[in-house]
């Protein structure tokens, strides 16, 4: 038989004619908490932005 299980967190999102739902699962027992992930990921400069690699701006639309 299959367990139901309940996702942590859901979103939908709209791409085109296309609608993708994304749903996010996490094992019960884990040791590491989403924190410690996220903490993790920010230590090892994964979500670091470099101040000088500024995005680029689209170019201003003009009325016409």
Do not use: W
Not at 40 to 52: F, K, P, W
């Amino acid at each position: 038989m299959t367990e139901k299980r309940i996702p942590i967190f859901t979103f939908t999102q709209r791409i085109g004619n296309t609608n993708f739902t994304v749903r996010a699962y996490c094992d019960d027992d884990i040791a590491a908490t989403y924190e410690d992930k996220l903490l993790e990921l920010i230590r090892s400069g994964v979500l670091q932005a470099d101040a000088s690699e500024k995005p680029e701006e689209p170019p201003a639309e003009h009325a016409a």
